[in-house]
């Protein structure tokens, strides 16, 4: 079983800057792609950023310009960096790990969640 470790979560003021970490318990490079998403309260978890086993990153438009996703292989780690941030941008923040097997299977893999809240 994978295991996502997510953290870096916390208080901020708006404009300020935060990055979240999500470590897994096996090589990430085994995983299709890797992502983060969010919940806020009373509202659907939404796709933030991801990025995919040869480094192909996609956001939401909410956060380009803003949020930047990466990864360490070697740490077996997925980073968000997020800049810049907004009072909207308040949420629990989901590590997603996603693997297909044989071209049929396709496993998830979610971490516990990490809380992010900017002040106004």
């Known amino acids: 079983q994978v295991q996502l470790v997510e953290s870096g979560g916390g208080l901020v003021q708006a404009g300020g800057s935060l990055r979240l970490s999500c470590t897994a318990s096996?090589?990430?490079?085994?995983?299709?792609?890797m992502g983060w998403y969010r919940q806020a309260p009373g509202k659907q978890r939404d796709l933030v950023a991801t990025i995919t086993k040869i480094g192909s990153t996609a956001y939401a438009d909410s956060v380009k310009g803003r949020f930047t996703i990466s990864r360490d292989n070697a740490k077996n780690t997925v980073y968000l960096q997020m800049n810049s941030l907004k009072p909207e941008d308040t949420a629990v923040y989901y590590c997603?790990?996603?693997?297909?097997?044989?071209?049929?299977?396709?496993?998830?893999?979610w971490g516990q969640g990490t809380l992010v809240a900017v002040s106004s």
């Open positions: 096996r090589t990430i490079f085994s995983f299709n792609a």
């Open positions: 997603l790990a996603r693997e297909v097997i044989m071209l049929a299977t396709v496993k998830e893999y």
